[in-house]
């Protein structure tokens, strides 16, 4: 990872449970790692590159580790051991 990328993680409790939620900054240049490609209905989007989606894969991976989805979208169920998400914050951060 470039040295000047930086992670923070930030815990939420609420009623429902909690959320862990990890942002990376300090990305080279605003649009970095991000690659222009067509989803399946032919409409053009905006992914993470080759690049970008190593950098991201760490911090997804540990996020993951301990969490658990006993989740049955079919019935509307939602069982997990927290929520959250890995995401990209074009901001900077000393």
Same mark, same amino acid.
């Given at each position: 990872?470039?040295?000047?990328? #930086?992670?923070?993680?930030?815990?939420?409790?609420?009623?429902?449970? +909690?959320?862990?939620?990890? $942002?990376?900054? $300090?990305?080279?240049? #605003?649009?970095?790692?991000?690659?222009?490609?067509?989803?399946?209905?032919?409409?053009?989007?905006?992914?993470?590159?080759?690049?970008?989606? *190593?950098?991201? *894969?760490?911090? #997804?991976?540990?996020?993951?580790?301990?969490?658990?989805? +006993?989740?049955?979208?079919?019935?509307?169920?939602?069982?997990?051991?927290?929520?959250?998400?890995?995401?990209?914050?074009?901001?900077?951060?000393?």
């Amino acid at each position: 990872m470039p040295r000047q990328i #930086k992670v923070s993680v930030r815990t939420d409790y609420f009623s429902g449970g +909690g959320a862990i939620r990890v $942002n990376v900054y $300090n990305l080279p240049e #605003k649009g970095w790692g991000y690659v222009r490609e067509t989803d399946r209905w032919g409409e053009p989007r905006w992914v993470p590159g080759r690049q970008l989606s *190593a950098i991201l *894969a760490a911090p #997804k991976e540990i996020h993951g580790a301990y969490n658990f989805d +006993g989740s049955d979208p079919r019935v509307y169920y939602s069982h997990v051991n927290y929520y959250g998400q890995v995401e990209v914050d074009w901001r900077e951060r000393p």
